[in-house]
């Protein structure tokens, strides 16, 4: 049901009764989007077929983090860091305006 939509809402048509049985179908599509991009693995815990497998989807999923995910966020951080330097630079600027020292002309009599 991990790839297949319409078994998956099979299993659940007669559990429509129950309120979970009509909150697992409202979100049946979501799960179906969740599982669409979802890398699946079988494995043996007792008999260790498929270890090989998993070890080359973790590297898959390894390699994949390093070469769109990582350079994605570092790029993101980059210019998060960028902008607030930039903030900050804007703030002391404004607060040595602010609290510059007062000179002659500043001072206004009555």
Request: aromatic content about 10%; glycine content about 4%.
């Amino acid at each position: 049901w991990m790839r297949d939509w319409t078994v998956f809402q099979e299993s659940l048509h007669e559990e429509t009764d129950s309120y979970m049985g009509s909150l697992t179908q409202s979100m049946s599509l979501v799960l179906d989007e969740f599982y669409q991009d979802l890398r699946v693995v079988g494995v043996s815990a007792l008999e260790g077929l498929g270890f090989p497998e998993l070890l080359d989807a973790i590297n898959e999923a390894r390699e994949e983090y390093y070469t769109i995910y990582k350079a994605e966020y570092d790029k993101l951080r980059a210019a998060k860091s960028e902008n607030e330097k930039e903030r900050q630079k804007q703030h002391l600027e404004k607060f040595l305006k602010d609290h510059r020292p007062l000179g002659p002309s500043d001072i206004v009599e009555k």
